[in-house]
């Protein structure tokens, strides 16, 4: 997966440990950044494809993304079994 849309995350004008937060207020901050961003579907689909685990990427939360990775696993493994 291409990094050219990195270019133009909202991320690059305030420092990166605002999406690391501490806490939930932190998280909450971010993903307000993070909803004027024109490129959070890219970073989000980064982050999943690339498993990062910690930290704000693309508005989600790691606990959001953990779900979304089990969505997708889930929506494959039912697939697979309604083909066979």
Same mark, same amino acid.
């Given at each position: 997966?291409?990094?050219?849309?990195?270019?133009?995350?909202?991320?690059?004008?305030?420092?990166?440990?605002?999406?690391?937060?501490?806490?939930?207020?932190?998280?909450?901050?971010? !993903?307000?950044?993070?909803?004027?961003?024109?490129?959070?579907?890219?970073?989000?689909?980064?982050?999943? !494809?690339?498993?990062?685990?910690?930290?704000?990427?693309?508005?989600?939360?790691?606990?959001?993304?953990?779900?979304?990775?089990?969505?997708?696993?889930?929506?494959?493994?039912?697939?697979?079994?309604?083909?066979?």
């Amino acid at each position: 997966m291409s990094t050219e849309w990195m270019a133009d995350g909202k991320c690059r004008e305030v420092p990166p440990e605002t999406f690391f937060p501490s806490d939930g207020l932190g998280v909450i901050r971010a !993903q307000k950044i993070c909803a004027t961003c024109e490129v959070s579907s890219e970073c989000l689909e980064y982050a999943l !494809q690339n498993h990062i685990d910690h930290g704000v990427w693309g508005g989600k939360s790691e606990r959001e993304r953990r779900r979304i990775l089990r969505t997708r696993r889930r929506g494959s493994l039912t697939t697979l079994h309604a083909e066979h």
